[in-house]
């Protein structure tokens, strides 16, 4: 459980960081197709 917790709030922290690291350098990519609906 410990792991996962921090695992998790690990992975919320890089992917919250690259997200406002993107949106300074370059726009956000837009969505893919919804292809299999």
Known sequence: ???AKS???EEEKE???D???EGQQ???PPPPPRRYG
Do not use: A, G, Y
């Open 1 to 3: 459980v410990r792991l």
């Open 7 to 9: 695992s998790t709030s």
């Open 15 to 17: 992917s919250l960081d």
């Open 19 to 21: 997200k406002s690291i």
């Open 26 to 28: 370059n726009p956000p």
